[in-house]
């Protein structure tokens, strides 16, 4: 029997610790923001706070995989983490409605570039056996940086300004930055970059190969894009002081499950891992919906991050399966394209049936279990999954 590859390498270690630094960025505002747009007038606009973030990051994703597969894949990480430092520090400075909402769109292209580079770079790196393992241990420090992120946004603001958790934004992302620095390329042959690498072909937008697995993403973070723009002003009115509070339960709830996830999806296939998350997050919505204390939503929070914790690396996973080597960013740009669809699409739905009326909040979140539903019924009737081959 031969020993197991190892896979947790320094450059894997400062990969995830970069990760961790990045997520924490630009999530460490969010909490923060509905209530920012508010005080600039700006209340009724509370539904893009996350759709023009995501549509950016949707849009700038084809030219992420392209770039990704060909000036390499630390150069697309580090435009990524630059737009996150960029955007932090100018905040501050466009503080009115048009201004805020020019700058979501910009922010959106961070994370179209970085996650697009540093999930190439780990697909590049780790063994095919251990791929669900290693994307689920890549994602739990990005998942931790999406829980210390609004934690710390919400103490800074409570004891500072908002415009002190912008600047802080703004040096998380160069730290991020430096740390990829010290990074060793994993594409094999690099181009030098040129405009005509901004012009795309049809068959460079998505990547076929992956439509099923994307597809089921999007279905999963139609929930997702939910409770960034409602669970604020829902934590607000279930008493909750720190907005931040549910998204570092729900994050943290997700860190130890995704380990686990991706080890189960190598041994036993990405399909039964994403049915048992998708029936979670059904779970998770209608429970939510029915909250009526901090207790309750916090406990429903810790559902929605086991389900998120199950099918982020899963998807991950499933998506390098069915990729080919050369055009591993284009798959996986796919992907996020997915992903933030799912995100941009519930949250402009959950804006526009919330409407500022707490007497909808049942509506938005038995809506987005009822999304999360179809990703079930179409994840039960598929019996086909590549086979992971045992590892010897």
Not at 129 to 158: C, D, H, K, N, V
Not at 317 to 342: H, K, N, P
Request: charged share 15%.
């Amino acid at each position: 029997m031969k020993k197991s590859t190892p896979f947790f390498t320094v450059d894997f270690s400062l990969l995830c610790l970069s990760s961790f630094l990045f997520f924490s960025s630009f999530n460490m505002i969010i909490p923060e923001l509905p209530a920012y747009l508010t005080s600039l007038g700006g209340e009724d606009y509370k539904g893009f706070i996350i759709a023009l973030f995501t549509l950016s990051a949707g849009f700038s994703r084809p030219f992420s995989g392209k770039l990704a597969d060909t000036i390499g894949r630390i150069p697309v990480m580090i435009i990524g983490a630059s737009v996150c430092f960029v955007a932090g520090m100018l905040y501050p400075l466009l503080s009115f409605v048009g201004g805020f909402l020019f700058l979501r769109f910009a922010h959106g292209f961070s994370t179209g570039f970085t996650p697009t580079g540093a999930s190439a770079y780990v697909a590049d790196s780790i063994p095919y056996q251990r791929r669900g393992e290693a994307m689920g241990l890549f994602s739990l420090f990005g998942s931790m940086g999406m829980a210390a992120g609004p934690a710390i946004g919400g103490w800074l603001a409570t004891l500072f300004s908002i415009e002190t958790v912008f600047y802080v934004s703004a040096f998380t992302a160069i730290f991020s930055i430096l740390i990829l620095l010290k990074l060793k390329e994993t594409l094999p042959t690099k181009e030098q970059i040129s405009w005509k690498m901004l012009r795309l072909k049809k068959d460079e937008i998505i990547e076929k190969r992956v439509l099923i697995p994307s597809g089921v993403l999007f279905l999963c973070c139609f929930s997702f894009g939910v409770v960034l723009t409602i669970i604020p002003d829902f934590s607000t009115y279930l008493g909750i002081r720190n907005k931040g509070l549910f998204f570092g339960v729900f994050t943290l709830s997700s860190l130890g499950i995704r380990l686990l996830a991706g080890k189960t999806s190598d041994r036993y296939g990405r399909i039964p891992v994403m049915r048992t998350a998708s029936a979670t997050l059904v779970f998770a919505m209608a429970l939510i919906a029915f909250s009526e204390t901090k207790s309750a939503l916090l406990g429903s929070g810790i559902l929605f991050g086991c389900a998120v914790g199950m099918y982020s690396p899963t998807t991950a996973a499933w998506v390098v399966d069915l990729s080919l080597d050369q055009f591993r960013g284009r798959a996986l740009a796919t992907m996020y394209i997915a992903l933030e669809a799912g995100i941009g699409i519930g949250a402009l739905v959950s804006g526009f049936l919330f409407a500022n009326n707490p007497e909808n909040f049942r509506l938005v979140f038995l809506t987005s279990a009822s999304i999360a539903g179809l990703a079930f019924l179409f994840l039960i009737f598929m019996k086909k999954d590549r086979q992971i081959p045992a590892q010897v």
